[in-house]
């Protein structure tokens, strides 16, 4: 039998700058869901206030990269009345290991989630190997 789970507000994580920037931005953590099913890995990721242009999934080393930015323009002249999270890009990196199929990672980008599906890489057999 399932338990119920009390919804409790999360909280934006702050990370750090990753390089030098020319403008004070913020980078948050974007919240991130993780799902399995017997051939994938799915990953659900919030980004408000991006824009599919404005958003990259990159994969090197082993490293799946993903940055989403805003466009800050949008909020020039604002007055905040009541705020719930703060303004800023987005920065995710997961290290992916050799049970993920690299080469058939798919994306899809709607209303501000980032969903990923990493399918799983197919198992050897095993195999009785002759002696020569």
Do not use: W
């Given at each position: 039998?399932?338990?119920?789970?009390?919804?409790?507000?999360?909280?934006?994580?702050?990370?750090?700058?990753?390089?030098?920037?020319?403008?004070?931005?913020?980078?948050?953590?974007?919240?991130?869901?993780?799902?399995?099913?017997?051939?994938?890995?799915?990953?659900?990721?919030e980004?408000?206030?991006?824009?599919?242009?404005?958003?990259s999934?990159?994969?090197?080393?082993?490293?799946l990269?993903?940055?989403?930015?805003?466009?800050?323009?949008?909020?020039?002249?604002?007055?905040?009345?009541?705020?719930?999270?703060?303004?800023?890009?987005?920065?995710?990196t997961?290290?992916?290991?050799?049970?993920i199929?690299?080469?058939?990672?798919s994306?899809?980008?709607?209303d501000?989630?980032?969903?990923?599906?990493?399918?799983?890489?197919?198992?050897?057999?095993?195999?009785?190997?002759?002696i020569?």
């Amino acid at each position: 039998m399932a338990t119920q789970q009390e919804l409790q507000v999360q909280e934006k994580r702050e990370i750090g700058k990753p390089e030098e920037a020319t403008a004070a931005v913020n980078f948050y953590m974007p919240t991130t869901d993780i799902y399995e099913s017997e051939d994938s890995l799915i990953l659900v990721m919030e980004m408000p206030g991006v824009d599919k242009e404005s958003l990259s999934v990159n994969l090197e080393n082993d490293q799946l990269q993903l940055e989403g930015k805003i466009e800050m323009a949008n909020y020039e002249g604002l007055e905040p009345v009541y705020t719930e999270y703060s303004i800023g890009h987005y920065k995710r990196t997961f290290t992916l290991s050799n049970r993920i199929d690299q080469d058939k990672i798919s994306a899809t980008f709607s209303d501000g989630l980032l969903t990923l599906t990493l399918p799983k890489a197919k198992e050897l057999k095993p195999r009785k190997i002759s002696i020569s």
